[in-house]
């Protein structure tokens, strides 16, 4: 199975300030982040992070060793503290690719873009960076792009979901 999740900033008090995160400590956080992860991923399956995984190089390897599945970076904004020592947890990185999830054409970038590779040929573009911030205009404007799936933690209930679930979670938005 492939999975989606990006802005997890495990470790990371500051973001859970700023994106208002139902979570009384960081220990709170990230013990229910790993706990989440670890229910829904199995051992073979991958999970793409799409960006901004942790705060610094020590809690990503101390994360990294206790989530199930392998794991694929696509480098976030925030990933630039992360070193070679962090780096050897995920199989891969990349800053934007084009994967096959089923039938389904997803292109993984940790910003939204507005064109990507097969936009035009009903291809999904799965994003995170922008949380829940309501004062971002990228927040303004996806809810009318049906196939811009926002795979942020603050977004999706803190846990990696399939194609599937973020499509569904997508369509319930555009439906209110």
């Avoid at 389904?104 to 910003?111: F, K, W």
């Avoid at 922008?130 to 404007?141: C, G, L, M, Q, V």
Wanted: with cysteine; net charge negative; aromatic share 10%.
């Amino acid at each position: 199975m492939i999975y989606y999740i990006s802005d997890s900033h495990f470790g990371d008090e500051r973001v859970m300030r700023l994106a208002k995160r139902p979570f009384h400590s960081v220990n709170d956080m990230d013990d229910t982040m790993i706990s989440l992860w670890n229910k829904q991923v199995g051992g073979t399956d991958v999970v793409y992070v799409v960006g901004d995984f942790a705060i610094n190089n020590q809690t990503a390897i101390k994360t990294l060793k206790q989530l199930n599945g392998q794991k694929i970076l696509i480098l976030g904004n925030h990933d630039a503290c992360l070193n070679e020592q962090a780096l050897q947890y995920f199989e891969s990185t990349a800053t934007i690719c084009t994967i096959k999830d089923g039938v389904h054409s997803v292109t993984l970038c940790h910003y939204p873009l507005l064109s990507y590779e097969n936009s035009i040929y009903n291809g999904y573009h799965v994003f995170g960076h922008i949380h829940n911030n309501p004062r971002d205009i990228a927040t303004k404007i996806i809810p009318s792009l049906p196939r811009h799936l926002n795979c942020g933690a603050d977004v999706i209930g803190f846990m990696p979901k399939t194609l599937q679930e973020l499509i569904y979670l997508k369509e319930q938005t555009m439906h209110v």
